[in-house]
Nanobody
Framework: QVQLVESGGGLVQAGGSLRLSCSASGSIFSINFMGWYRQAPGKQRELVATITRGGSTNYADSVKGRFTISRDSAMNTVYLQMNSLKSEDTAVYYC?????????WGQGTQVTVSS
C-alpha cells in the first residue's frame, strides 16, 4: 500500500508560479514511477508529468517548458514546479504512485489561475 498526500495548491494570477508537493508513505520501495495528473471541470483527468525512480521524465505537450517535475532520491516526495501559469492550467491536481500491483492516488489539490 502507498499513501499520497498533495500540498501547495492555491490561487495565483496568470503568469505566476506555484510548487506542488506530493509526500509518499507506506511501501515506497515498490513505487516504479510517480506523476501528476489534473482534472478540470467537465473534462477527463489528463497526464501532466511523470518521473521514474531512475529520474526519467515525461511531460504533456501543454506544459513542456513551463512545468518541471522532480523527486528526492528516496522517492519520498515528488514536486511539480509550475511557472508561467495560464488560466487553462486551472484544475484539481492529483499525485499518482505506480507500483507493479496498482496505481495509487492522492486526494488532489486545487490550482486556480486567474486571468
Amino acid at each position: 500500500q502507498v499513501q499520497l498526500v498533495e500540498s501547495g495548491g492555491g490561487l495565483v494570477q496568470a503568469g505566476g508560479s506555484l510548487r506542488l508537493s506530493c509526500s509518499a508513505s507506506g511501501s515506497i520501495f515498490s513505487i516504479n514511477f510517480m506523476g501528476w495528473y489534473r482534472q478540470a471541470p467537465g473534462k477527463q483527468r489528463e497526464l501532466v508529468a511523470t518521473i521514474t525512480r531512475g529520474g526519467s521524465t515525461n511531460y504533456a505537450d501543454s506544459v513542456k517548458g513551463r512545468f518541471t517535475i522532480s523527486r528526492d532520491s528516496a522517492m519520498n516526495t515528488v514536486y511539480l514546479q509550475m511557472n508561467s501559469l495560464k488560466s487553462e492550467d486551472t484544475a484539481v491536481y492529483y499525485c499518482l504512485g505506480n507500483t507493479i500491483r496498482d496505481n495509487y492516488w492522492g486526494q488532489g489539490t486545487q490550482v486556480t489561475v486567474s486571468s
